[in-house]
């Protein structure tokens, strides 16, 4: 019996110690906490790869914010997009665009890569389009590294311009302006349409005296331009900008319905023609030589409004595509197929090859849903 409780007191003592020393461990200063990285922020040429990242329908598409840097989507609106410098890429419907906003505008140089999708001509290789996966386009992906990029690669950004530029041309040596024969473009306001090209200018010092457009105008409800009329806006002297009024063929009051300013300043017209918020034009060739705009075709142009966004994926990528990514209805149907074009983009922090590998969804086949893979170099 004294042995027992002889045991129990040695115990009950060794308990209070045990108490005391823990109480002691919990007093004592807490380590600092560590300041944790981002969970998919990208460390070293680990191959990042995303897929189905929805870009809403057609009749409601939505704009996707993407940090190659932190392998992230950034989930900010439109307009906080032009203040965010955390974006590297965006993805809207087949529209693919570069962070000019940022501090150090994202730049991408095209590797060239998929130039055999298209024939000398730049029609794409059915066969080539057919063949190709994200499987089989995988090692020239793997393969491709920093070593291949050109001494005298040309990076390119996003840039704007207006959409009426072109007008003129401007000679160097002479420093003489003259109209451009060439740029005609096919003007969309409130359900009609109208063909200009300016015909004649006249410059006062560094400015414009007057201004010639002929107009083809095709009013509401029919398809064919009628014949060119021109009339001349008069910027000699002018203290404030210029309206036009395509319909009406007529300088208007700003107050007016108008489609086209031309800017005044210092009592001369300027070197620029805008277009009123709720017109579109397009331009080229195929604006030249249009004879008419009829209502199954008019969706189908390629419209933009007075600031256009010109992005480096589409201009200075596969000179080819009319994406920059892939390539439309090439079977005759209505799908877009990747060409696995590999981009070499570079933000503010790093240098990544980038490649598309897929716009419909895995699962739903849902069209918009971009996969793509990148890796740092």
């Known amino acids: 019996m004294q042995k027992k409780l002889l045991y129990l007191s040695i115990l009950s003592s060794l308990l209070i110690l045990t108490s005391c020393g823990s109480s002691n461990n919990n007093n004592s200063d807490p380590a600092p906490e560590q300041e944790q990285e981002p969970e998919n922020k990208v460390e070293g040429p680990t191959l990042q790869e995303q897929s189905n ?57 095209y590797t060239g890569n998929a130039n055999d ?37 040309q990076f390119e950004t996003d840039t704007t311009q207006n959409a009426l530029d072109g007008f003129y041309n401007y000679n160097r040596e002479t420093h003489v302006v003259t109209p451009n024969a060439e740029s005609y473009y096919v003007i969309s306001s409130d359900g009609a349409y109208s063909k200009i090209n300016v015909t004649a200018l006249t410059t006062e010092g560094r400015g414009l005296k007057d201004l010639t457009i002929a107009v083809a105008y095709q009013a509401t409800g ?67 030589t249009l004879e008419g ?54 933000t503010g922090a790093a240098s990544y090859k980038f490649q598309i590998t897929g716009y419909y969804d895995t699962e739903t086949d849902a069209s918009g849903s971009y996969s793509f893979r990148f890796q740092k170099l």
Not at 64 to 70: E, G, M, P, S
Not at 125 to 143: G, K, P, Q
């Open 53 to 109: 990242l929805s870009t809403g329908t057609r009749s409601e598409p939505q704009t996707v914010y993407f940090d190659l840097d932190a392998n992230a989507v950034v989930d900010i609106t439109d307009v906080e997009a032009e203040a965010n410098s955390d974006w590297d890429i965006s993805f809207n419907r087949t529209k693919v665009s570069l962070n000019r906003f940022a501090e150090t505008p994202v730049s991408l140089f």
């Open 222 to 288: 029919t398809d064919m331009f009628m014949d060119a009329v021109e009339f001349v806006a008069d910027a000699s002297g002018c203290s404030a900008d210029l309206y036009l009024d395509l319909d009406t063929q007529q300088v208007v009051m700003e107050s007016d319905e108008w489609d086209v300013r031309l800017p005044c300043q210092d009592a001369m017209g300027q070197f620029e023609l805008h277009l009123a918020d709720n017109v579109k034009s397009f331009s080229g060739e195929s604006a030249k």
């Open 293 to 346: 705009v009829t209502m199954d075709a008019a969706p189908h142009y390629a419209w933009v409004e007075n600031e256009t966004v010109l992005r480096a994926y589409k201009e200075h990528g596969d000179p080819n595509s009319g994406y920059g990514w892939g390539e439309y209805g090439i079977n005759g149907g209505h799908t877009l197929w990747p060409n696995y074009a590999t981009y070499v983009i570079t």
């Open 117 to 153: 999708f298209y024939d000398d001509e730049g029609e794409a290789v059915l066969e080539r389009f057919n063949n190709a996966s994200a499987e089989t386009e995988f090692d020239a992906f793997d393969a491709f590294d920093s070593s291949n990029i050109p001494t005298d690669a």
